[in-house]
């Protein structure tokens, strides 16, 4: 029996204490990952993505996160980050089509996710876990980059 894999794809997982240096952690795995498989044009916009939602994962909840990287092929690669809050934020609670307002000049937060809809081809997110059998089990949040989208 053959077993056919689409080429160039790999995946990483990476659990993340409730540190705030889970956030430099996921930046420097993210370069090494992506340097390590030819993608360096993807590290930039991975990096600051990634920071985006590792550090809004240790400022909006009390737990630990997950990090995991896939390559999809063709040169996209899809970033996910778990965290234990069900709240889905905007851009991820719409289609990627709606957008997000940006957020007042004087506010002290609420632009870092507006980069993901500015610069990643796709995203979304689920809470995850069932409400009747008990409390959410937090959230996944995703976005893609690469493949001559963003």
Do not use: C
């Amino acid at each position: 029996m053959v077993t056919v894999a689409p080429p160039n794809t790999w995946s990483y997982a990476l659990r993340l204490p409730h540190d705030p240096r889970a956030a430099r952690v996921a930046r420097m795995t993210v370069r090494a990952a992506l340097n390590g498989h030819g993608l360096p044009e993807l590290i930039d916009i991975t990096e600051l993505l990634t920071s985006e939602l590792v550090t809004n994962a240790y400022r909006h909840t009390k737990g630990p996160a997950s990090l995991r990287l896939t390559a999809l092929g063709d040169e996209r690669l899809r970033v996910g980050v778990w965290d234990s809050s069900p709240h889905i934020p905007a851009p991820f609670d719409r289609p990627p089509g709606d957008r997000v307002p940006p957020a007042p000049t004087n506010a002290e937060g609420g632009r870092g996710l507006l980069l993901v809809q500015e610069y990643a081809s796709s995203w979304g997110g689920w809470p995850l876990g069932d409400d009747l059998l008990g409390p959410r089990a937090g959230k996944l949040l995703w976005f893609e980059v690469g493949g001559g989208g963003r």
